[in-house]
Nanobody, 128 residues
Framework: QVQLVESGGGSVQAGGSLRLSCAASGYTANMNCIGWFRQAPGKDREGVAGLYIYSGVGGSEYYVDSVRGRFSIFHDNAKSTVYLQMTNLKSDDTAMYYC??????????????????WGQGTQVTVSS
């Protein structure tokens, strides 16, 4: 089992920045994909970014078009934590943000159905 706990959400004005954290614990040895997802009220959960991790080293990064160039996913292996740095935030970025993990495969594109372990989420609200 893998446990994931998100933090770092909050309220920010459009154009501002936030950094989300996802702390992983439990049996993380085989955890090779970490992804960030979000869900706005009345909308389906959507992928945001994904990161391939092999032997504690970050590899390929994946971003959906709407956040590419504004968001960055990276990890600190010593802290077993994955981060989502969000810049130039827009009102459309308002959502509950979740991190998720997968223990199989090497394609870490953030498709919700491909990830098996989920955190409880952290709220991000961007005001215009």
């Amino acid at each position: 089992q893998v446990q994931l706990v998100e933090s770092g959400g909050g309220s920010v004005q459009a154009g501002g920045s936030l950094r989300l954290s996802c702390a992983a614990s439990g049996y993380t040895a085989n955890m090779n994909c970490i992804g960030w997802f979000r869900q706005a009220p009345g909308k389906d959960r959507e992928g945001v970014a994904g990161l391939y991790i092999y032997s504690g080293v970050g590899g390929s990064e994946y971003y959906v078009d709407s956040v590419r160039g504004r968001f960055s996913i990276f990890h600190d292996n010593a802290k077993s934590t994955v981060y989502l740095q969000m810049t130039n935030l827009k009102s459309d970025d308002t959502a509950m943000y979740y991190c998720a993990a997968n223990t199989g495969g090497t394609n870490c594109y953030p498709r919700p159905g491909a990830y098996g372990y989920w955190g409880q989420g952290t709220q991000v609200t961007v005001s215009s």
